[in-house]
C-alpha cells in the first residue's frame, strides 16, 4: 500500500490547514507537461466547485470529474454519520450515471483511511501479481482502488474512494496529491454548502423573529389610553427577539376598565407564544363574563393542558369600577403592584391571591378580593425583570427605587407615561450599560 506522508492535523485550524495547503503544491512534480496536466485538473475541479449551488448536482459533477482524472470505473463519497459510520453519500460510474444505494465496495481501504488520516492507492500488476491489496479488494477483482479523506477546516467529513477492475495508469505521487487535493476541493464544497446553509437558515429565523416580534408588538396597547378619568401607559422591552412579558388594558363595559401584566417562566420563543394564548384566553373571557370571579380556574385549567412542563405564568388582572372606585383583583403568583396615594403619602401592595397560572390542575382561586381606590391613586405593576434588575456589583434594582421613583415623579405632576419613562431611565442608571437579563414590563395607571 502506498501512503503519502503527513503530519497530524490541528483541530483549531480555521479554513485550510497547512497540511491542506500543501496538497495542492506537492502535485507539482517539476514534469512540465504532468504538471499542466495537474494544474488543469485542479483548475477544472475548482470550475465544478463554482459552477453550482445544488450539493447533489455538485457532488456528482466532482465524483464524475474525479472517476475521469484517475482512470477508474467507479467513484464514490462516503461521509461520516454522527455514529461514526460511513455512508454512501454519491456513488457514480465512469458512464456518468448514479449507482445503486448500496454498492458493494472495500470497507477496509476508508476505515484505514479515516485512521491514518492519508490517501491511499491499491494495485494489481498488469501480469496479476499482487503489489499491494486487501482481501476485500481481491475479493472483489479490483485492480485498483485510491482513497483519500475528505475533509474541511481541520475536521474529517469523510472519504473519497475510487476503483476498478482493470489496472489503469500508473499511479505516481503526484497523481496521488492530485487526488488528495480533489478531496480536499471536495470537502471545501461540502463545508462551504454547509455555511451556506447555515447563513440562510439564520437569515430565515431572524425574519421570522422580526416578524414575531412585530405581531407581538401589535398585540400591546399601542400607547397611553384614558378610560374616564383614569389614565393608563405600559411598556415592554424584551431582554432577546421576543419575550414572555405581556400587558394590556381595555375597556370591561360603559363604568369599567381591565388592566393585566403578566410573565412567563423562560425566554424566547415559546414564552412569547405562550404569552399570545393567554392574551386571547383572558381577552375572551372577560368580553363574554364582565367579571373575574371564576376566571383564574378557567384559565389555569385552559393552561394546564397547553402548557409544557415546567412553564408557568404569573399575572395580574384588575378590573377598576370607575363610579365605585373599586379595584377588584387577581393576582397568580405575579409581582405585587404598588398603590401610591398622593394625598397621604402612602404605599400599599396588591398581594398575590393564588399561585402560578399553569402549576396546579383544576385549582381555583376562591372569592375575586376588591379594595378601595381614591382618585389621584397610582397604580404601578410591573414584571420582575425590573427589581431584579443588577447593577454591575450584583445589586438588585429593587422595589424602594420604585417608590422613590414614583413619589417624585407624581410630585411635579408627571403623567402615567413619564412615571413609566422615568422608572426606565433609573433602572437603567442603576444597571449602568449592563444587558438586561430579563423581559422589562411596566404599566402605571393613575385612577
Given at each position: 500500500m502506498t501512503a503519502m506522508a503527513g503530519g497530524s492535523r490541528d483541530p483549531g485550524a480555521r479554513w485550510l490547514t497547512p497540511e491542506e495547503l500543501k496538497r495542492f503544491a506537492e502535485c507539482i512534480s517539476g514534469d512540465a507537461a504532468r504538471d499542466q496536466a495537474c494544474l488543469r485538473a485542479l483548475m477544472e475541479t475548482v470550475s465544478e466547485v463554482l459552477g453550482t449551488t445544488d450539493l447533489d448536482e455538485l457532488l456528482r459533477r466532482l465524483v464524475d470529474h474525479t472517476i475521469k482524472t484517475t482512470?477508474?470505473?467507479?467513484?464514490?463519497?462516503?461521509?461520516?454519520?454522527?455514529?461514526?459510520?460511513?455512508?454512501?453519500?454519491?456513488?457514480?460510474?465512469?458512464?456518468?450515471?448514479?449507482?445503486?444505494?448500496?454498492?458493494?465496495?472495500?470497507?477496509?481501504?476508508?476505515?484505514?483511511?479515516?485512521?491514518?488520516?492519508?490517501?491511499?492507492?491499491?494495485?494489481?500488476?498488469?501480469?496479476?501479481?499482487?503489489?499491494?491489496?486487501?482481501?476485500?479488494?481481491?475479493?472483489?477483482?479490483?485492480?485498483?482502488?485510491?482513497?483519500?479523506?475528505?475533509?474541511?477546516r481541520g475536521r474529517t467529513l469523510g472519504v473519497l474512494y475510487a476503483d476498478s477492475t482493470f489496472g489503469g495508469p500508473e499511479v505516481t505521487h503526484a497523481n496521488l496529491w492530485l487526488f488528495y487535493a480533489q478531496a480536499g476541493l471536495m470537502g471545501m464544497a461540502i463545508e462551504n454548502h454547509r455555511l451556506l446553509e447555515e447563513t440562510l437558515q439564520a437569515r430565515e429565523m431572524s425574519h421570522q423573529l422580526r416578524v414575531a416580534r412585530d405581531i407581538q408588538k401589535r398585540l400591546l396597547p399601542a400607547g397611553p389610553a384614558r378610560f374616564g378619568s383614569a389614565e393608563l401607559a405600559g411598556v415592554s422591552e424584551p431582554s432577546s427577539r421576543v419575550g414572555g412579558d405581556y400587558f394590556d388594558y381595555f375597556q370591561v363595559d360603559a363604568g369599567?376598565?381591565?388592566?393585566?401584566?403578566?410573565?412567563?417562566?423562560?425566554?424566547?420563543?415559546?414564552?412569547?407564544?405562550?404569552m399570545s394564548n393567554v392574551r386571547a384566553h383572558l381577552r375572551g373571557l372577560l368580553q363574554t363574563r364582565r367579571s373575574l370571579g371564576g376566571l383564574y380556574g378557567l384559565l389555569n385549567r385552559a393552561l394546564c393542558n397547553e402548557l409544557t412542563e415546567g412553564m408557568f405564568v404569573s399575572l395580574f388582572v384588575g378590573v377598576l369600577d370607575s363610579a365605585k372606585m373599586v379595584l377588584e383583583f387577581q393576582n397568580a403568583g405575579h409581582?405585587?403592584?404598588?398603590?401610591?396615594?398622593p394625598s397621604d403619602d402612602s404605599f400599599r401592595t396588591v398581594p398575590p391571591t393564588a399561585p402560578a397560572l399553569g402549576l396546579i390542575d383544576d385549582l381555583s382561586a376562591g372569592p375575586c378580593p376588591a379594595m378601595s381606590v381614591k382618585s389621584g391613586d397610582v397604580l404601578v405593576c410591573y414584571t420582575d425583570g425590573?427589581?431584579?434588575?443588577?447593577?454591575?456589583?450584583?445589586?438588585?434594582?429593587?422595589?424602594?427605587?420604585?417608590?422613590?421613583?414614583?413619589?417624585?415623579?407624581?410630585?411635579?405632576?408627571?403623567?402615567?407615561?413619564?412615571?413609566?419613562?422615568?422608572?426606565?431611565?433609573?433602572?437603567?442608571?442603576?444597571?449602568?450599560?449592563?444587558?438586561?437579563?430579563?423581559?422589562?414590563?411596566?404599566?402605571?395607571?393613575?385612577l
Amino acid at each position: 500500500m502506498t501512503a503519502m506522508a503527513g503530519g497530524s492535523r490541528d483541530p483549531g485550524a480555521r479554513w485550510l490547514t497547512p497540511e491542506e495547503l500543501k496538497r495542492f503544491a506537492e502535485c507539482i512534480s517539476g514534469d512540465a507537461a504532468r504538471d499542466q496536466a495537474c494544474l488543469r485538473a485542479l483548475m477544472e475541479t475548482v470550475s465544478e466547485v463554482l459552477g453550482t449551488t445544488d450539493l447533489d448536482e455538485l457532488l456528482r459533477r466532482l465524483v464524475d470529474h474525479t472517476i475521469k482524472t484517475t482512470g477508474t470505473e467507479r467513484g464514490f463519497l462516503l461521509l461520516l454519520q454522527e455514529d461514526g459510520e460511513l455512508k454512501v453519500r454519491t456513488a457514480r460510474d465512469r458512464y456518468g450515471r448514479d449507482l445503486e444505494r448500496n454498492p458493494v465496495l472495500s470497507r477496509s481501504v476508508p476505515e484505514k483511511v479515516l485512521h491514518e488520516n492519508q490517501p491511499v492507492v491499491e494495485r494489481v500488476s498488469g501480469d496479476g501479481q499482487v503489489l499491494d491489496i486487501t482481501q476485500s479488494v481481491a475479493a472483489m477483482r479490483l485492480r485498483q482502488v485510491m482513497c483519500s479523506p475528505v475533509s474541511a477546516r481541520g475536521r474529517t467529513l469523510g472519504v473519497l474512494y475510487a476503483d476498478s477492475t482493470f489496472g489503469g495508469p500508473e499511479v505516481t505521487h503526484a497523481n496521488l496529491w492530485l487526488f488528495y487535493a480533489q478531496a480536499g476541493l471536495m470537502g471545501m464544497a461540502i463545508e462551504n454548502h454547509r455555511l451556506l446553509e447555515e447563513t440562510l437558515q439564520a437569515r430565515e429565523m431572524s425574519h421570522q423573529l422580526r416578524v414575531a416580534r412585530d405581531i407581538q408588538k401589535r398585540l400591546l396597547p399601542a400607547g397611553p389610553a384614558r378610560f374616564g378619568s383614569a389614565e393608563l401607559a405600559g411598556v415592554s422591552e424584551p431582554s432577546s427577539r421576543v419575550g414572555g412579558d405581556y400587558f394590556d388594558y381595555f375597556q370591561v363595559d360603559a363604568g369599567r376598565f381591565g388592566l393585566c401584566v403578566g410573565d412567563v417562566s423562560g425566554h424566547g420563543i415559546g414564552p412569547a407564544l405562550v404569552m399570545s394564548n393567554v392574551r386571547a384566553h383572558l381577552r375572551g373571557l372577560l368580553q363574554t363574563r364582565r367579571s373575574l370571579g371564576g376566571l383564574y380556574g378557567l384559565l389555569n385549567r385552559a393552561l394546564c393542558n397547553e402548557l409544557t412542563e415546567g412553564m408557568f405564568v404569573s399575572l395580574f388582572v384588575g378590573v377598576l369600577d370607575s363610579a365605585k372606585m373599586v379595584l377588584e383583583f387577581q393576582n397568580a403568583g405575579h409581582t405585587a403592584p404598588i398603590i401610591y396615594r398622593p394625598s397621604d403619602d402612602s404605599f400599599r401592595t396588591v398581594p398575590p391571591t393564588a399561585p402560578a397560572l399553569g402549576l396546579i390542575d383544576d385549582l381555583s382561586a376562591g372569592p375575586c378580593p376588591a379594595m378601595s381606590v381614591k382618585s389621584g391613586d397610582v397604580l404601578v405593576c410591573y414584571t420582575d425583570g425590573v427589581t431584579e434588575r443588577h447593577s454591575p456589583e450584583g445589586e438588585l434594582y429593587g422595589e424602594d427605587r420604585i417608590r422613590t421613583v414614583v413619589r417624585h415623579a407624581v410630585d411635579r405632576g408627571a403623567s402615567p407615561a413619564d412615571i413609566v419613562t422615568a422608572i426606565r431611565e433609573d433602572c437603567e442608571k442603576h444597571a449602568r450599560d449592563l444587558p438586561p437579563r430579563d423581559d422589562v414590563t411596566l404599566v402605571v395607571a393613575r385612577l
